[in-house]
């Protein structure tokens, strides 16, 4: 059975499903007990689990994922959550240098999924709303997932508690209550890895995630009136990345838009677009095009946000930009 | 309980360290710095075994180890072999890193022993976690988390105490008081006399021990964790000791005063613990030396071994950053 739901309700969902089936899950952050987190988003399941399964902690990032680690060497699967994914910045070495790492050098898998509400468009400035995704990208050991949808954030998150290393989980807090769609009651996976084809076309490439996946297809939706028809791909997962579905998107049509909500200058686009140049340059018809926010911390007031993020008009812009050669 | 079987052992163990750290430091001293049979340096806890010795005794093999950096008297006990340790120094074939890390930085599961890494303190927070999932699990184990006075100023200890507090978890944090991290005294690390005074602040009973008197560390962290384990939470033992050394073989540590490590010889904690166990009549100067001959003769056979093995070459090590299957 699938019925339509919120992207909010298909993380809980994963969750208390997650946790029925394997006692070793379970669920600790700030008030994230009986209040259900500041987003809402586990409400409910502290009266289902109990609270030593759903845990509040005390105000302590470096601690919260450091008995993360712990309880994962010890045999669970912590999935322990980061209020604001912006407040990972004071947890950064227990990801870093304990975390990440642990695995390669003592032998020990450490199945955790830190959730990190992250992202913007929200006005709720510096502190609330940053996408710190691609510094993680540099860090070997850890998967790093950014779902889009409400069916890949519950089939991502159940295929991220499962998966033996820690992943990164980082879900798109404008999305909780924005984006519906099917989602089925049972249990499923999302592969970690695997990128999604958001949208067919054959004039031009737009490879994004997260946040910014609506956005392109609203620019697609607006190229398509000019007679351009964009491919849209949503990646889902940056680590593992799915060379294959973006190869294969880039050779049919030959020109490459990269969009991130997260700033553009030492983005996650700069990586997309050298390996493309790397590997396939045979293929592009046009330089590529990369499209993020601009070098500035996050302002809080709407209109200085929307002169942050890139712009549906300035996707359209480049989109139509790429026609030309 | 500190039977006269347990204070044997504990002398045993001090001594086993010292012999083997001994070496440590006369081959780093040496080598050939072009074909070096140490990769990296020795962090060494010569004349100063007693804290890790005496508390990892104390542990039951159930128990679980968050150990600091001059652990090595505690990795023995835990059951780490002599080879492992030679070959994780030397970075050979069989080193239980397999090369990918060097001298103290490893912890296994089957020690039950959590993987130190060099953020001084890193592994306070870690100890949380196998203290959190023991609750969860319904395991009356502990956990015993050490770490030195520089790891005391770091947020992240801060945190975990607090953490330990609030949570009532099973872990006994001992803090080796050297004195010393790598250059900077104490005055210059904390305001206050005894680090042990913040146990109030985080809501934990604590206590001061003398760190160079093996039985005594012994003692208050077989109390602090039989109490761990009764579910009482956890407790904060500060040993007063002294680095008696640099903080690597590389560091001559003449920073430290001349009248500092001279207080200190007399304290060292294999006269004081031979002195005791004279007092109680259990061993006599012959047996000292018959414990310390042994113990050469058989690091000696281990080197012997050690040196015939094979290099390290790369080996899955990209396939290893990641685990495989569920």
Not at chain 2, 251 to 280: G, H, Q, R
Not at chain 2, 310 to 322: A, S
């Amino acid at each position: 059975m699938t019925r339509e739901i919120y992207y909010a309700d298909a993380i809980r969902e994963a969750l208390a499903l997650a946790m029925r089936e394997d006692p070793s899950v379970y669920v600790f952050g700030e008030d994230v007990a009986a209040y259900g987190g500041v987003f809402g988003v586990t409400m409910g399941l502290a009266a289902e689990f109990g609270q030593q399964r759903v845990r509040n902690t005390p105000l302590s990032e470096a601690a919260i994922l450091g008995e993360a680690v712990g309880a994962a060497v010890y045999g669970m699967r912590p999935v322990p959550e980061i209020q604001f994914g912006d407040f990972i910045t004071s947890a950064m070495s227990q990801v870093v240098d304990l975390m990440a790492n642990y695995h390669y050098r003592n032998g020990t898998a450490l199945p955790i999924t830190v959730r990190l509400p992250s992202g913007g468009m929200l006005g709720i400035g510096n502190f609330h709303s940053n996408c710190w995704e691609n510094w993680f990208v540099h860090v070997p050991g850890l998967k790093i997932v950014v779902p889009a949808t409400a069916y890949d954030a519950k089939g991502l998150l159940l295929a991220a508690i499962r998966d033996p290393n820690p992943v990164l989980y980082f879900e798109q807090k404008r999305l909780y209550r924005l984006v519906k769609d099917d989602v089925p009651e049972a249990s499923y996976e999302v592969e970690i890895g695997k990128a999604r084809l958001a949208l067919e076309g054959n004039d031009l490439t737009i490879l994004t995630y997260g946040n910014m996946v609506l956005e392109a297809l609203k620019a697609a939706h607006e190229l398509g009136k000019r007679g351009i028809k964009a491919e849209v791909i949503d990646l889902r997962s940056l680590v593992p990345l799915d060379k294959e579905l973006i190869f294969s998107s880039v050779s049919k049509t030959n020109r490459v838009l990269i969009l991130h909500e997260a700033r553009k200058v030492a983005g996650f686009g700069g990586e997309l677009a050298a390996l493309i140049t790397e590997e396939i340059f045979d293929e592009l018809a046009a330089p590529i095009i990369r499209l993020g926010a601009k070098s500035m911390p996050v302002p809080m007031n709407p209109n200085l946000e929307a002169f942050y993020l890139p712009s549906i008009q300035d996707v359209v812009a480049a989109g139509e930009r790429l026609m030309k050669y | 309980m500190l039977t006269p079987e347990k204070k044997l052992a504990l002398y045993r163990a001090l001594r086993l360290t010292r012999i083997f750290e001994d070496w440590i430091y006369y081959i780093c001293h040496n080598q050939n710095s072009q074909k070096p049979l140490i990769i990296g340096k020795g962090y060494l806890s010569t004349g100063q075994e007693a804290v890790s010795v005496g508390a990892a005794m104390a542990m039951e093999p159930a128990d679980w180890y968050a150990p600091s950096h001059r652990d090595i008297g505690g990795h023995l006990i835990r059951g780490v072999s002599l080879q492992e340790l030679l070959l994780q120094y030397m970075s050979r074939e069989g080193s239980p890193t397999k090369g990918r890390d060097g001298n103290v930085h490893f912890g296994f599961v089957r020690h039950k022993t959590l993987g130190f890494i060099s953020q001084m303190g890193a592994l306070t927070v870690a100890a949380n976690g196998v203290a959190t999932a023991m609750k969860m699990c319904g395991d009356k184990q502990a956990v015993l988390c050490c770490y030195g006075d520089g790891a005391s100023s770091s947020g992240v200890v801060h945190e975990a105490l607090n953490y330990a507090a609030v949570g009532k978890l099973p872990v006994v944090f001992v803090v080796n008081n050297n004195r010393w991290a790598i250059s900077t005294p104490l005055h210059e690390q904390m305001a206050i006399e005894n680090i042990a005074d913040r146990g109030t602040g985080y809501g934990m009973p604590s206590l001061i021990v003398e760190g160079n008197n093996v039985f005594a560390v012994y003692d208050a962290v077989y109390d602090a964790l039989k109490r761990a384990r009764a579910g009482a939470g956890p407790c904060l033992i500060e040993c007063k000791s002294m680095r008696m050394a640099g903080h690597g073989t590389h560091d001559m540590a003449k920073y430290v005063p001349d009248d500092e490590y001279a207080y200190w010889k007399t304290k060292d904690p294999i006269l004081w613990a031979e002195k005791l166990l004279l007092e109680d009549g259990l061993s006599n100067a012959e047996d000292f030396k018959a414990v310390e001959v042994e113990l050469k003769a058989e690091l000696e056979k281990v080197v012997e071994i050690c040196v015939q093995a094979g290099p390290i070459r790369p080996n899955h090590e990209l396939e290893d950053v990641f685990a495989e299957g569920k």
